[in-house]
């Protein structure tokens, strides 16, 4: 259908997710993917029955191949782009970020800085992956105090997605026993890389949603302890899906923060019960029994996966229900949380899972002048009202970033 589409131009067009893109001939030409290239490590090249690549690319591994021939935006536009960001992230009320994208982006955060026309607390995390002395060089070139602009955790993948069937499973999923889903990462790899660069003092963060993504990534904290030694480190695990049940005290255990998104129970919520089953499902986006074993809960929004608006995060916590209502008294009702759990994880939760609490997170003499005013009160309105909430202003750093005219 590409093809057809764009006969003369290479396509590849990449799912909300960032977990799996579709490409036409002439971008698998460019990546040289034909029916002999074998899938890479942590990733998937689809055929079809005659062994053709049908154009589906799944994980960064795989995905790769085309996207490294795209070439890089001007400075202008990647500048342009960021302050459309920029403007919608201060429209919706948020006033510190976590930022997982490219260096070059972080230099034009610098330039904005520079500028005084920053609008954010941006923490950009570096990728795992890269040479330590590299990480080493980017976190002195980018610093970690700057309470405007710095750099933070390393992110490693150790899986995909559900919605693709690429987070990895301990069983089959149900909707399609033929696979498992996809390790990203590779596990002996993966923790001996985290105890070197842990013992240098990063922050790690894993991508985990599959059961068997978040016990990999528990076991490589646990290894990083053993090895390292008790220290403060507040690892990570990014989205936490599905977790299996005897995983969960393991967060604690290991004084591992369960950074979780809301809004995507809305979301996958549709089709999640057929993809990986009744028993599963009870340890799914599961912030009740998280906070009922003593983990600590740091809430986000994943944009631009799902709205940057924490507004429908904060209707998935106390509901459960789609943004138009149902099911009846929620999809799993039991890991219901109350409004005051789930602002204080997106909130002070938050703060502390990047070392700055006593900075913000609260609204307390000392701390960054950074709040919203609302048109709602949202401790006296029904759940049904939080979407329908506007940010009257936004203030960062004492400053009104953002006025509703």
């Known amino acids: 259908q590409l093809d057809a589409v764009a006969p003369k131009n290479p396509v590849i067009l990449t799912h909300i997710s960032g977990h799996v893109a579709v490409a036409n001939s002439l971008a698998l030409k460019s990546g040289e993917i034909d029916k002999n290239t074998p899938n890479p490590a ?11 690549p049908t154009g589906m690319l799944k994980e960064d591994a795989a995905m790769s191949l085309v996207k490294a021939r795209i070439p890089d935006p001007t400075v202008e536009r990647r500048r342009k782009g960021i302050e459309r960001v920029l403007e919608n992230v201060a429209r919706n009320g948020v006033t510190s970020v ?13 330039q904005l800085k520079e500028e005084g026309k920053l609008t954010v607390r941006i923490t950009e995390w570096l990728p795992f992956n890269l040479p330590l002395n590299e990480l080493q060089n980017m976190r002195a070139q980018g610093g970690a105090k700057d309470p405007w602009l710095k750099t933070g955790a390393l992110k490693a993948f150790t899986d995909g997605a559900m919605g693709s069937r690429t987070a990895a499973m301990l069983e089959p999923y149900s909707d399609d026993p033929s696979t498992s889903g996809i390790l990203t990462s590779d596990p002996e790899k993966l923790t001996a890389m985290a105890i070197q660069r842990d013992k240098a003092g990063f922050q790690l963060a894993f991508h985990a949603i599959g059961d068997r993504a978040n016990r990999i990534a528990l076991d490589v904290f646990e290894a990083v302890a053993k090895a390292n030694g008790p220290r403060d480190r507040r690892g990570r695990i ?21 950074s979780m998104q809301p809004s995507h129970q809305t979301t996958d919520m549709r089709w999640a019960d057929d993809r990986i089953g009744r028993e ?21 929004t994943d944009y631009n996966v799902e709205p940057i608006s924490p507004f429908r995060g904060l209707y998935a916590c106390v509901t459960r229900e ?38 913000k997170g609260e609204l307390k003499q000392g701390e960054y002048a950074d709040f919203v005013v609302l048109s709602n009160d949202l401790t006296k309105v029904s759940p049904a009202q939080f979407t329908k909430t506007r940010v009257l202003r936004t203030v960062a750093g004492g400053r009104t970033v953002y006025q509703d005219h």
Not at 98 to 110: M, R
Request: charged letters at 25%.
């Open 238 to 258: 990014e989205h936490a899906q599905v977790v299996a049940p005897m995983d969960f005290v393991r967060f604690a255990e290991l004084h591992v923060i369960a």
């Open 322 to 359: 789609r943004p138009d209502g149902g099911p009846k008294n929620g999809w799993e009702p039991q890991e219901k949380i109350s409004l005051d759990d789930c602002i204080r994880a997106y909130t002070s939760g938050s703060a502390y899972a990047q070392f700055e609490e006593g900075k």
């Open 42 to 52: 942590g990733g998937e090249i689809e055929h079809d029955a005659l062994g053709e």
């Open 280 to 300: 599963r499902i009870l340890g799914a986006y599961a912030w009740a029994t998280m906070l009922k074993d003593g983990v600590r809960l740091a809430f986000g």
């Open 98 to 110: 976590q930022d997982y994208s490219e260096w070059a982006d972080f230099q034009v955060y610098q």
